[in-house]
C-alpha cells in the first residue's frame, strides 16, 4: 500500500477527534477508532521470519484494525545516558518487513519505540531519571533520546506508518517539560502524522504538564482491580469506575482524546490484582483473563472520549497461546472470543466460550 498524504492523515484526525464547545470531553467516534493490538519481539531477525507473517495473520483475525509495533532500545542501567540498539533489537528492515505485512492485512501502524535496562534487573524504564544529579546527565540522556526516537520518527515517516509513540513509560523523566517539548519538536520535523505519548498509570498520566503538546493522550493502564482472585465482570467494572471517571477528567481538561496504548491481562489467578506483572507465577485461569477484557470493554466502549485500545499483547510466535499457557496473549483463549465479539471479527469458528458459574475453578 502506498504512503497515506501526511495533511489528509492529520485532516482525518481532525475531523474524527474534534473537540465539543461546551468544554466537555472530546469526541472521538461512535465505538472504537482504534481498535488495536500491541505486536511485539524483543529480538532481533523474528519480525522479518515467516511464523511472523502467520503471527500478524491469526491477529488481524481477530477484528482489530491497528497494531502497535514495538521497537526496543537500550540502556545499560538507570544511570546510564547512552542509548543503543543491540541484538534484542529488531532491525529497521525487521520493521518495515512487519508494517509492509500489516498492510497487506488491512492492519495499520503505530510505531512505538521502547527504552530497557540491559543489564539492571532491579530497576525499570519508568526509574530513569530519578538518579541523575546534575544537569549534565539530563543534558546527555535527552541528547541519546532524542537521537534514538529521531531515527523511529524518520524511519515511521519513510514507512507510512499511521501514528508514532513518542515514548512509552518514561515517568522519571516526564517532569522534565522544556526537554520533552524539544523531543516533540524534533519528532514533528520528521513525522507528520498523530503522535501519542504513552504514560504510566497511577500518576505519570495526572502529573505531565505537556499533554497539549501531543495529538492523543496514551495510557498504558494496568490498573489494580481486585483484592482477590477470580473476580465477577461486575466486581471489575465497579472496580473501574472511580478510574473512568479520572480517565474522563483529564480528557475534558486537556481537551485530547484518550487511548489505552496499553492494556493487558496474564491468564492466571489474580490478573486483575496486579495485571501489570509478568513474573508472579500462578495457577493458570483463563476465565479471569477473559473476564477482564470483558470487563474493560463494556466500561469504556462508545464512551465520547475514549477512542480505543492496544491490548498487551500478541507476539510473533503462531503457536503461543492456549490452554497452557500464563502469558498475556489472548489467542486461542476465551479472551480471544472476547475481542473477536467486541472488534466484531467476521471470521466464524472460535470455540464458545461457556458461560460463568457461581462455582468457577481456574482455568475453566
Same mark, same amino acid.
Given at each position: 500500500?502506498?504512503?497515506?498524504?501526511?495533511?489528509?492523515?492529520?485532516?482525518?484526525?481532525?475531523?474524527?477527534?474534534?473537540?465539543?464547545?461546551?468544554?466537555?470531553?472530546?469526541?472521538?467516534?461512535?465505538?472504537?477508532?482504534?481498535?488495536?493490538?500491541?505486536?511485539?519481539?524483543?529480538?532481533?531477525?523474528?519480525?522479518?521470519?515467516?511464523?511472523?507473517?502467520? $503471527?500478524?495473520?491469526?491477529?488481524?483475525?481477530?477484528?482489530?484494525?491497528?497494531?502497535?509495533?514495538?521497537?526496543?532500545?537500550?540502556?545499560?542501567?538507570?544511570? $546510564?545516558?547512552?542509548?543503543?540498539?543491540?541484538?534484542?533489537?529488531?532491525?529497521?528492515?525487521d520493521l518495515i518487513q512487519a508494517m509492509n505485512q500489516a498492510r497487506r492485512l488491512g492492519l495499520k501502524v503505530m510505531l512505538k519505540?521502547?527504552?530497557?535496562?540491559?543489564?539492571?534487573?532491579?530497576?525499570?524504564?519508568?526509574?530513569?531519571?530519578?538518579?541523575?544529579?546534575?544537569?549534565?546527565?539530563?543534558?546527555?540522556?535527552?541528547?541519546?533520546?532524542?537521537?534514538?526516537?529521531?531515527?523511529?520518527?524518520?524511519?515511521?515517516?519513510?514507512?507510512?506508518?499511521?501514528?508514532?509513540?513518542?515514548?512509552?513509560?518514561?515517568?522519571?523523566?516526564?517532569?522534565?517539560?522544556?526537554?520533552?517539548?524539544?523531543?516533540?519538536?524534533?519528532?514533528?520535523?520528521?513525522?507528520?502524522?498523530?503522535?501519542?505519548?504513552?504514560?504510566?498509570?497511577?500518576?505519570?498520566?495526572?502529573?505531565?504538564?505537556?499533554?497539549?503538546?501531543?495529538?492523543?493522550?496514551?495510557?498504558?493502564?494496568?490498573?489494580?482491580?481486585?483484592?482477590?482472585?477470580?473476580?465477577?465482570?461486575?466486581?471489575?467494572?465497579?472496580?473501574?469506575?472511580?478510574?473512568?471517571?479520572?480517565?474522563?477528567?483529564?480528557?475534558?481538561?486537556?481537551?485530547?482524546?484518550?487511548?489505552?496504548?496499553?492494556?493487558?491481562?496474564?491468564?492466571?489467578?489474580?490478573?486483575? $490484582?496486579?495485571?501489570?506483572?509478568?513474573?508472579?507465577?500462578?495457577?493458570?485461569?483463563?476465565?479471569?483473563?477473559?473476564?477482564?477484557?470483558?470487563?474493560?470493554?463494556?466500561?469504556?466502549?462508545?464512551? $465520547?472520549?475514549?477512542?480505543?485500545?492496544?491490548?498487551?499483547?500478541?507476539?510473533?510466535?503462531?503457536?503461543?497461546?492456549?490452554?497452557?499457557?500464563?502469558?498475556?496473549?489472548?489467542?486461542?483463549?476465551?479472551?480471544?472470543?472476547?475481542?473477536?465479539?467486541?472488534?466484531?471479527?467476521?471470521?466464524?469458528?472460535?470455540?464458545?466460550?461457556?458461560?460463568?458459574?457461581?462455582?468457577?475453578?481456574?482455568?475453566?
Open positions: 500500500m502506498g504512503k497515506k498524504t501526511p495533511a489528509l492523515l492529520i485532516v482525518l484526525l481532525s475531523a474524527g477527534l474534534s473537540c465539543a464547545s461546551t468544554g466537555g470531553p472530546p469526541r472521538a467516534s461512535e465505538g472504537l477508532r482504534y481498535k488495536g493490538m500491541s505486536y511485539a519481539s524483543w529480538w532481533s531477525g523474528l519480525y522479518s521470519s515467516g511464523e511472523s507473517s502467520v $503471527s500478524l495473520h491469526h491477529l488481524a483475525r481477530t477484528g482489530a484494525d491497528w497494531i502497535s509495533l514495538v521497537v526496543t532500545g537500550y540502556q545499560d542501567h538507570v544511570r $546510564s545516558t547512552s542509548i543503543y540498539r543491540n541484538e534484542g533489537t529488531p532491525s529497521d528492515d519505540p521502547h527504552v530497557d535496562l540491559w543489564n539492571d534487573p532491579d530497576h525499570w524504564r519508568g526509574q530513569i531519571g530519578d538518579e541523575f544529579t546534575t544537569e549534565a546527565e539530563w543534558q546527555d540522556w535527552f541528547a541519546a533520546y532524542d537521537e534514538f526516537i529521531d531515527h523511529y520518527a524518520e524511519l515511521a515517516e519513510a514507512q507510512g506508518a499511521e501514528m508514532f509513540c513518542a515514548g512509552v513509560e518514561l515517568e522519571g523523566t516526564s517532569h522534565r517539560a522544556a526537554e520533552w517539548r524539544t523531543a516533540l519538536d524534533g519528532i514533528r520535523q520528521r513525522f507528520h502524522g498523530p503522535v501519542i505519548y504513552a504514560a504510566n498509570w497511577g500518576g505519570e498520566e495526572d502529573d505531565l504538564s505537556w499533554w497539549d503538546a501531543v495529538d492523543i493522550i496514551g495510557i498504558d493502564a494496568y490498573y489494580p482491580l481486585a483484592q482477590s482472585p477470580q473476580p465477577t465482570v461486575d466486581q471489575l467494572k465497579a472496580a473501574w469506575i472511580p478510574h473512568r471517571d479520572a480517565l474522563a477528567g483529564l480528557a475534558s481538561r486537556w481537551q485530547k482524546p484518550i487511548v489505552f496504548t496499553e492494556i493487558g491481562y496474564r491468564s492466571i489467578s489474580g490478573t486483575a $490484582s496486579h495485571p501489570w506483572d509478568w513474573q508472579t507465577q500462578g495457577q493458570i485461569d483463563l476465565r479471569e483473563q477473559a473476564d477482564a477484557y470483558q470487563a474493560v470493554m463494556e466500561t469504556f466502549d462508545g464512551l $465520547s472520549w475514549f477512542a480505543g485500545i492496544f491490548w498487551w499483547y500478541w507476539g510473533t510466535d503462531p503457536t503461543a497461546g492456549g490452554s497452557d499457557d500464563d502469558d498475556y496473549t489472548p489467542f486461542r483463549k476465551p479472551a480471544e472470543r472476547i475481542l473477536r465479539k467486541w472488534y466484531k471479527a467476521r471470521i466464524p469458528g472460535f470455540p464458545r466460550l461457556n458461560p460463568p458459574s457461581k462455582s468457577r475453578v481456574p482455568g475453566s
